[in-house]
């Protein structure tokens, strides 16, 4: 079952939201972070917690989030994209910068992440797309699930656009579960925070694979969920 007002719980006396938006600043890379929420009534303190931590806010439909993710690259006037969900408080921003350079680096490609072929743990995903890309998956998107996911369009489409991936130089980590979605993951990214949360430091995915293997019981507490697919 999913965990209610999950980007809104207490980890470490901060807000999930405020970990990720911290973690995103950290990447020098960056010009700015913006929060795309709803304009549904109960996302006010979402939108009330991204500004206080000092973050853009745009607030779009609450079903169509490519339509909402879409306003908010174009607000923003933004010519490339990242793409970072809220409820992913051990993304490191180390991870977000390689594969935003990856980008950068990559002449005529239109989509860069570390999910396409996965060997990341799930909760360090990170999605790098051009304007130009992001406009035409806008235009011609019409499953429900490509409306709601922001991005399914785009890499499933590579006969469209140009894609690349960036694989973990570490090894394949892919079975390891560290986003937040139940009552279980909350359990086991609170374990993480209560041994490795410093305040004014962040720490990085190497200092969670050091304490996992310090300590693989904590593996045990969410390694039973399921991923819900895209279109269930």
């Given at each position: 079952m999913r965990l209610p007002g999950k980007v809104l719980k207490r980890l470490c006396g901060l807000t999930v939201l405020e970990h990720v938006v911290r973690r995103v600043r950290a990447c020098e890379d960056l010009d700015a972070v913006v929060v795309a929420t709803s304009e549904a009534p109960n996302d006010d303190p979402v939108s009330d917690m991204a500004q206080r931590c000092g973050a853009g806010v745009f607030r779009g439909s609450e079903d169509d989030v490519l339509d909402r993710f879409h306003g908010a690259a174009r607000e923003a006037r933004a010519d490339v994209i990242v793409r970072i969900t809220a409820d992913c408080p051990l993304l490191d921003p180390q991870v977000l910068g390689q594969v935003y350079r990856r980008f950068r680096e990559s002449d005529g490609v239109d989509y860069v992440s570390n999910t396409l072929e996965r060997t990341y743990p799930r909760g360090l995903d990170v999605e790098v797309m051009s304007a130009v890309a992001l406009e035409r998956a806008?235009?011609?998107?019409?499953?429900?699930?490509?409306?709601?996911?922001?991005?399914?369009?785009?890499?499933?489409?590579?006969?469209?656009?140009?894609?690349?991936?960036?694989?973990?130089?570490?090894?394949?980590?892919?079975?390891?579960?560290?986003?937040?979605?139940?009552?279980?993951?909350?359990?086991?990214?609170?374990?993480?925070?209560?041994?490795?949360?410093?305040?004014?430091?962040?720490?990085?995915?190497?200092?969670?694979?050091?304490?996992?293997?310090?300590?693989?019981e904590l593996v045990g507490i969410n390694s039973a969920v399921r991923q819900k697919a895209l279109d269930e």
């Open positions: 806008h235009a011609e998107a019409r499953k429900p699930y490509e409306r709601e996911h922001v991005t399914p369009f785009i890499y499933g489409h590579p006969e469209l656009f140009t894609l690349a991936n960036v694989a973990w130089d570490r090894g394949d980590f892919a079975f390891h579960r560290w986003t937040l979605d139940t009552s279980e993951d909350f359990a086991f990214i609170t374990a993480v925070y209560e041994a490795l949360y410093r305040e004014g430091a962040i720490f990085g995915a190497p200092d969670v694979l050091a304490l996992l293997d310090r300590r693989p």
